[in-house]
């Protein structure tokens, strides 16, 4: 009974580890659990509980401060007992000690239930330093009892937060001194009671045990802490990295993560792609007409669609406005303008339905072919000057950018049309850039 709570603690955690580490599964999950995760689970079920309606950092605080408070009790009614069975005459000063403090230990517990977690951590932290310092002179520090100290400078990092620093600090001071008050002015020559040796290395060993196995518990879950506080940074970063390059209103990614793959295929002289810019044909008078709700509920439909047909190694994002952009690495322009196509008849053949009414769209779209060398800004400028010659084309059609071999030297731009009945044409329509 002496080791109270933390023993059961300690043993459950062999027990997880032992288990574990041959492989054991858990049979009410139906799922074999690795030994690291057994022992996080059984610490977040100790240190991790919601206690007092706190969470958070603080709440954090708080479970830890309640499971010491507990494992404090439960030792101190444990040695209570021991001391009553002993001689309970000789020792009524200590068991009049452990009394007063294991009823200090409950008024606690009551605090840190009631969401006071600051307060109730200077209780336990406070009141088991006036426990040891009364204590230890009954029985000389033979009786081991000033180690409990040695876990003070781990343990008020778990019970105080980051904002509580001068409670640490204050906490790690007093403890340092009064473990070395113990250890070399309360030796067992000058204790009030004389217990008998082997009891006494007994109780020495005991508490040496006890001390060792709650450090053991703290690293343990400091490590877990530091494990998960790890995790959390790393889906912040992730989710930070997901809302930099998604557009909120398609989910799809926005300029820079278009750019990044365009410098990436550019880098190499003789990389081959096509870039396809599409417009929305009349979008302001839909916005004008029916308000940003419905243009917005157009936007997220189509992109929803156009993503639904774009190949795996293709990027397909937002350019901006009722712009969208693909990227289609390895295309010749050929094959992007009959996938191009193919999007156009997507867009048009279907309606998006809005709060009651549905809209019938078009779109216009313009393609261009990375001529070997040229950057990316080149081919993106080409997509817009053919986007720019289908709208003036009357909407709702796609045109290509091919210069030809004069055109590279003369700034002319020679182009594709493909037709929105499916028939293909070319034409030779000059301008200067």
């Not at 000789?90 to 007063?100: A, D, F, P, R």
């Not at 840190?112 to 109730?120: E, T």
């Not at 005991?206 to 343990?220: D, E, P």
Request: proline share 3%; glycine share 10%.
């Amino acid at each position: 009974m002496a080791l109270g709570a933390f023993a059961r603690v300690a043993a459950a955690l062999g027990h997880y580890e032992t288990t574990l580490e041959c492989g054991v599964s858990d049979k009410t999950a139906g799922v074999e659990i690795s030994p690291q995760r057994g022992v996080t689970v059984l610490l977040e079920r100790l240190f991790n509980r919601k206690v007092g309606g706190l969470s958070g950092v603080i709440g954090r605080a708080a479970a830890t401060t309640h499971s010491f408070l507990i494992f404090l009790l439960t030792l101190t009614l444990a040695y209570v007992v021991f001391h009553t069975t002993y001689d309970a005459q000789g020792l009524s000063w200590l068991i009049t000690i452990n009394l007063g403090a294991a009823v200090g230990y409950a008024a606690g517990i009551v605090v840190v239930r009631l969401g006071h977690q600051s307060a109730a951590s200077v209780i336990a932290l406070g009141v088991a330093l006036v426990h040891v310092m009364l204590s230890t002179p009954v029985l000389g520090w033979q009786s081991g009892l000033h180690l409990y100290l040695v876990a003070g400078g781990q343990l008020v990092l778990m019970l105080f937060t980051e904002r509580q620093r001068l409670l640490r600090w204050t906490f790690v001071i007093l403890a340092a001194v009064a473990f070395v008050y113990c250890q070399t002015m309360l030796p067992s020559s000058t204790a009030q009671y004389d217990m008998n040796s082997d009891v006494l290395a007994m109780l020495f060993s005991v508490n040496a045990v006890m001390t060792a196995g709650l450090m053991y518990v703290l690293a343990a879950l400091a490590h877990m802490r530091a494990a998960s506080a790890g995790r959390v940074a790393a889906a912040s970063a992730e989710r930070a990295e997901y809302l930099a390059n998604t557009d909120p209103l398609t989910g799809l990614s926005n300029r820079r993560p278009i750019m990044e793959r365009l410098e990436r295929l550019s880098a190499s002289a003789a990389s081959v792609y096509c870039v396809a810019l599409a417009d929305l044909d009349s979008f302001k008078a839909l916005n004008d007409e029916f308000g940003h709700i419905c243009g917005d509920r157009v936007l997220a439909t189509l992109g929803e669609r156009l993503r639904g047909h774009v190949r795996p190694t293709d990027s397909l994002g937002r350019w901006g406005g009722e712009e969208f952009v693909f990227v289609l690495p390895g295309a010749r322009l050929v094959d992007a303008l009959a996938m191009m196509e193919r999007m156009r008849s997507i867009v048009g053949e279907h309606v998006v339905p809005c709060s009651g009414h549905s809209h019938h769209v078009t779109v216009s779209i313009g393609v261009a072919e990375r001529r070997p060398g040229a950057m990316s800004h080149r081919v993106i400028k080409h997509a817009d000057d053919a986007l720019y010659e289908a709208k003036l084309s009357g909407r709702n059609r796609v045109r290509a950018f091919e210069p030809s071999s004069e055109a590279s030297e003369s700034g002319t731009l020679a182009e594709v049309a493909i037709n929105p009945d499916g028939g293909e044409g070319h034409r030779t329509h000059r301008r200067q850039r």
